[in-house]
């Protein structure tokens, strides 16, 4: 499974971007799906993580702002992001694994380029 992340851009703080991360093969065999990201200097982190059947786990952080969605008919997973903050710029790095999602990000066996979300305050 190839992944291509999309959707980054830069915004205003309080403002809202979608990612996507298109799946060059079927995702179905993809229990766990989800997005992490890395700001400049920091380790990469959990974001969000879904399972084959919807249900997802969130970092505090992005609770209540972020939601994670997949649509395994399109082979593609979404990140609508709302609420944006100038902490949440880094680049978003969709990711999976055939075995149900974790938060550890060296669980997953295939990742995508990444998409740069910048957030202006």
């Known amino acids: 499974v190839q992944l291509q992340a999309s959707g980054g851009g830069l915004v205003q703080a309080g403002g809202s971007l979608r990612l996507s991360c298109a799946a060059s093969?079927?995702?179905?065999?993809?229990?766990?799906m989800g997005w992490y990201r890395q700001a400049p200097g920091k380790e990469r982190e959990l974001v969000a993580v879904?399972?084959?059947?919807?249900?997802?786990t969130y970092a505090d952080f992005v609770k209540g702002r972020f939601t994670i969605t997949r649509d395994n008919a399109k082979n593609t997973v979404y990140l609508q992001m709302n609420n944006l903050k100038p902490e949440d710029s880094a680049v978003y790095y969709c990711?999976?694994?055939?075995?149900?999602?974790?938060?550890?990000?060296?669980?997953?066996?295939?990742w995508g380029q990444g998409t740069l979300v910048t957030v202006s305050s």
């Open positions: 879904v399972t084959s059947v919807g249900t997802a």
């Open positions: 990711a999976a694994r055939e075995e149900p999602p974790t938060t550890a990000k060296e669980d997953y066996e295939f």
């Open positions: 093969g079927t995702i179905s065999s993809m229990n766990g």
